[in-house]
């Protein structure tokens, strides 16, 4: 998981939909492996690109609705939202230059 | 390039065997450098649970905490460790260059890979479409979103059985697909799944399609023997059918087996090119285990310490 801003049902509305800039949202859960790796990485992506995109978080365990909403039975899954829309998806823990390739319209 | 120092050894990779190679290296001074993966590090006991086999641990252990344990074991005697994957190797010559995805470049006279394996795939033209919508390569992962649904594992050996029984705290019903009559998993591993009220067994067939439009909602597979092809529904299919050493760096620079995996001299860690050496996963196509992955990084590592005591031998008479 990263250290970004944790978003819930009540909360990923304002946060993530309703944003003026795209959203990064890190979907993940306490036993996912891979999603621990990959927090980092979404952390140093959060710094270097803060003027273009947002990055938060959600708990899939605590948030299942949302998780649910989006059709999510792989993490960690990396979404993008522009304008309230899923428009980009990374599965799976990557290294950073391919998640900035996978995203670059984003960033 | 950046004046960096030449050290005098980099592990690649941070599954046991680089790790133990680290505390072995680093106790003999050798001040290693781990280049651990950015999102690899702590190797494929990383996606595990309970490890039940590894001596040392009567009630076993988490995968991911023994891999904490042996990373804070090599930091203890001084390994340094760098969460950045290796992009390029230049392992010819008495200095080795590596790059890392940063652009840093890191330079030494000997070099451990060990590199593991990565999952192999099916192979099929909607694995990929469908992966992350169904298809998954982490059972500890991606259980969860599979309650009371049915479920299938593709595999025979003893991860496929670890994951089928770990599937069976969510899933309603686990269908393992084994392309043989038998298992290939540990007797111990088999007995458990067998015996398992949740798991059936689809035996003697290959899955040659997963359908789904935008998820996963069955599964085709063929019985081998019959030529016979029969849908499963399943919404789930988790991937479980072996792994490949990960020789994409190094397989234009060192000898391979007929294998895939990095050739080594006899017992030896030693490669085909002097001062590359090579332990776990990547030379073993047969074992493959974290206590014999582990075994082989301190082989590495004396190796290492050998090699590097007679290469400043050599120096001091020249």
């Known amino acids: ?107 | 390039m950046t004046p960096e120092e030449i050290r005098e050894v980099i592990i690649v990779g941070s599954g046991p065997a680089g790790y133990t190679a680290a505390v072995y290296t680093a106790r003999a001074n050798l001040n290693p450098l781990v280049i651990a993966g950015s999102v690899t590090a702590g190797g494929e006991l990383m996606n595990t649970t309970d490890v039940e086999n590894f001596p040392g641990f009567p009630e076993g252990i988490m995968g991911p905490d023994l891999m904490d344990n042996m990373q804070k074991q090599a930091e203890r005697f001084g390994a340094e460790i760098l969460f950045d994957d290796v992009t390029e190797m230049n392992l010819e010559g008495e200095i080795k260059t590596l790059s890392l995805a940063d652009g840093t470049i890191y330079r030494a006279r000997a070099v451990i890979v060990s590199t593991g394996s990565a999952y192999r795939e099916l192979g099929l033209q909607d694995e990929k479409r469908l992966s992350g919508h169904g298809v998954s390569w982490c059972a500890t992962c991606d259980g969860f979103f599979f309650r009371e649904q049915t479920i299938a594992v593709i595999g025979g050996g003893d991860s496929a059985m670890e994951e089928a029984l770990f599937l069976t705290k969510f899933a309603a019903k686990v269908i393992v697909v084994h392309r043989r009559n038998e298992l290939r998993a540990s007797k111990i591993m088999a007995d458990r799944a067998l015996a398992h009220e949740k798991i059936e067994f689809i035996w003697d067939s290959e899955v040659i399609g997963i359908n789904g439009a935008d998820k996963v909602d069955g599964l085709v597979v063929k019985n081998r023997t019959s030529g016979e092809e029969t849908t499963v529904n399943v919404t789930g299919i988790f991937v479980a059918i072996g792994n490949d050493p990960r020789v994409d760096l190094v397989k234009d620079q060192l000898e391979l087996t007929a294998e895939g995996t990095i050739a080594v001299d006899g017992r030896t860690s030693k490669t085909s090119l002097p001062g590359v050496f090579a332990a776990g996963d990547v030379i073993d196509s047969t074992y493959r285990q974290a206590i014999t992955a582990a075994a082989s990084g301190c082989a590495a590592a004396q190796d290492v310490e050998h090699y590097l005591a007679n290469v400043s031998e050599t120096l001091a008479t020249v």
């Open chain 1, 1 to 107: 998981m990263s250290n970004a801003k944790a978003v819930t049902e009540a909360t990923f509305q304002a946060d993530v939909l309703d944003a003026d800039k795209p959203v990064i949202v890190d979907f993940w859960a306490e036993w996912c492996g891979p999603c621990r790796q990959l927090g980092p990485i979404l952390d140093q992506i959060a710094e270097e690109h803060a003027a273009k995109v947002d990055v938060v978080k959600v708990n899939v365990d605590e948030n299942q609705a949302i998780a649910a909403k989006y059709g999510i039975t792989s993490i960690p899954a990396v979404y993008v939202f522009k304008g309230g829309e899923h428009v980009a998806t990374s599965i799976g823990a990557k290294p950073k230059a391919v998640i900035e390739k996978d995203f670059a319209e984003y960033l």
